[in-house]
């Protein structure tokens, strides 16, 4: 960060000559959440590919040896997320992304309403799951 800020300063300084400070600001946990749960599902689907691609082309299988730490990844998700939201992240990851055939939407139901949304992206995902807060 301290990289950044001197950037920031020389460009500052170039620009105009004036006194200034410079203050970062920690991005708020909704929004940290948001970014962490992205990261993982993209890392979940990389991972996923790499399995399919080493299984496929090269003829190893990495089920077993990486079953052990998908585990420990779903235990984690079991104690942020309800059963309704990782019902809707398992989906996601072993159900729908491998569905060549998918057109990235699924119908979800919220009281009596029902409404077809996106759910393509990892982001779309959280913007799902978000939906579904309330304890199960």
Do not use: C
Not at 10 to 26: A, G, M
Not at 75 to 86: E, P, R
Not at 96 to 121: A, C, R, Y
């Amino acid at each position: 960060m301290k990289l950044k800020k001197d950037i920031i300063r020389k460009i500052l300084k170039n620009r105009i000559d004036i006194s200034y400070t410079i203050k970062t600001k920690e991005l708020d946990k909704e929004t940290m959440n948001k970014k962490v749960f992205i990261e993982v599902i993209d890392q979940l689907k990389k991972i996923e590919d790499r399995r399919d691609f080493l299984n496929e082309e090269i003829g190893m299988d990495m089920t077993a040896y990486e079953d052990q730490f998908f585990a420990v990844i779903e235990n984690l998700f079991k104690l942020v997320f309800n059963k309704h939201q990782l019902g809707l992240i398992q989906m996601y990851l072993y159900t729908l992304l491998p569905d060549k055939d998918w057109d990235g939407m699924i119908t979800i139901e919220q009281g009596k309403e029902e409404k077809e949304v996106p759910f393509k992206s990892s982001i779309d995902v959280w913007n799902v799951i978000k939906k579904f807060n309330g304890n199960d």
